[in-house]
């Protein structure tokens, strides 16, 4: 069983910043990949970045440049630094672990709101 908790968000104006961080259960190098998702009201909820247990890393076209994902494998926690902040990315921020093969198993963090304003 895996547990994420994260935490980190907040109301930041345009252009700031903020990171979140999404606390593992567990060993983390046990996991496929961990990834941030995020949902706005009324939409679907969107990949917006990942890192697989190589280290590789891959963003959505919209964050490129802007967010980094990284992780720190002695404290079995993930981060998302967001870095200069739009009003469309103010959405709730979702941490997701990718566990087990050769049928996976998703486990979810509760989210956190990121809210940017003008």
Not at 4 to 9: I, R
Request: aromatic share 8%; with cysteine; proline share 2%.
């Amino acid at each position: 069983q895996v547990q994420l908790v994260e935490s980190g968000g907040g109301l930041v104006q345009v252009g700031g910043s903020l990171r979140l961080s999404c606390a593992v259960s567990g060993n983390i190098f046990s996991l496929n990949a961990i990834a941030w998702y995020r949902q706005a009201p009324g939409k679907q909820r969107d990949l917006v970045a990942s890192i697989i247990n190589t280290g590789s890393t891959n963003y959505v076209h919209s964050v490129k440049g802007r967010f980094t994902i990284s992780r720190d494998n002695a404290k079995n926690t993930i981060y998302l630094q967001m870095n200069s902040l739009k009003i469309e990315d103010t959405a709730v921020y979702y941490c997701k672990a990718v566990a087990g093969g050769p049928r996976t198993v998703d486990y979810w963090g509760q989210g956190t709101q990121v809210t940017v304003s003008s």
